[in-house]
């Protein structure tokens, strides 16, 4: 049962920034490892795209959208992933959903995907 628990959404003007985190818990022991750690995103009406994603040893890859603009890390020893956020404009205004690639002990099949409940993000003109 692993959950992800993001954090950091809100509200912000036009060229704010905001910084998400998403920690990846589960029972003792139950974390084998976590692969690729991403970021999506879904506006109403819109399709769920990926706005970055980082494997876990640290390549990127970002939307056009967002390139230069976003920076995704990750702190392995801690389970968790983050998106910075800068310069937002409104067309980033969407639910941001965490995902993980999750190796784990008990479960079958023993990697699976997981995600987050989301986090809004709202950015104002």
């Known amino acids: 049962q692993v959950q992800l628990v993001e954090s950091g959404g809100g509200l912000v003007q036009a060229g704010g920034s905001l910084r998400l985190s998403c920690a990846a818990s589960?029972?003792?022991?139950?974390?084998?490892?976590?692969?690729?750690m991403g970021w999506y995103r879904q506006a109403p009406g819109k399709q769920r795209e990926l706005v970055a994603s980082?494997?876990?040893?640290?390549?990127?890859n970002y939307a056009d959208s967002v390139k230069g603009r976003f920076t995704i890390s990750r702190d392995n020893a801690k389970n968790t992933v983050y998106l910075q956020m800068n310069s937002l404009k409104p067309e980033d205004t969407a639910v941001y959903h965490c995902?993980?690639?999750?190796?784990?002990?008990?479960?079958?099949?023993?990697?699976?995907?997981?995600w987050g409940q989301g986090t809004q993000v709202t950015v104002s003109s």
């Open positions: 995902n993980a690639n999750v190796h784990t002990r008990w479960t079958v099949p023993p990697l699976n995907d997981y």
């Open positions: 589960g029972a003792s022991g139950m974390i084998v490892s976590i692969n690729t």
């Open positions: 980082i494997s876990r040893g640290g390549s990127t």
